[in-house]
Nanobody
Framework: QVQLVESGGGLVQAGGSLRLSCAASGRTFSRYSMGWFRQAPGKEREFVAAIRWIGGTTYYGDSVKGRFTISRDNAKNTLYLQMNSLNLEDTAVYYC?????????????????WGQGTQVTVSS
């Protein structure tokens, strides 16, 4: 099994920055992808970013390209999401996830393990 614990969410003003962390444990991640999704009230869960654990290839949703950066620390089994230039539309619960397939997929139901989520609220 895989355990994922997110942290770093909070309240930030528009234009500000936050850094989310996701500590992973329970299995090896060498062949997996890890990523972030978000879900705003009344909306479907949306793909934000993903990274291949080996090689570090990254993928981003269109709404966050150029503003968010995903990274990982292999030694610490920790995933990060640096979020800059935040706007009101970024307000959501952010979830860390693991996909055990060999390709990166952007639909949430394809991912296998999920954290409990961390709230990000952007104020004007």
């Amino acid at each position: 099994q895989v355990q994922l614990v997110e942290s770093g969410g909070g309240l930030v003003q528009a234009g500000g920055s936050l850094r989310l962390s996701c500590a992973a444990s329970g299995r090896t991640f060498s062949r997996y992808s890890m990523g972030w999704f978000r879900q705003a009230p009344g909306k479907e869960r949306e793909f934000v970013a993903a990274i291949r654990w080996i090689g570090g290839t990254t993928y981003y949703g269109d709404s966050v390209k150029g503003r968010f950066t995903i990274s990982r620390d292999n030694a610490k089994n920790t995933l990060y999401l640096q979020m800059n230039s935040l706007n009101l539309e970024d307000t959501a619960v952010y979830y860390c996830a693991v996909d055990t397939s060999t390709v990166v997929r952007t639909t949430s139901h394809d991912w296998d393990y999920w954290g409990q989520g961390t709230q990000v609220t952007v104020s004007s």
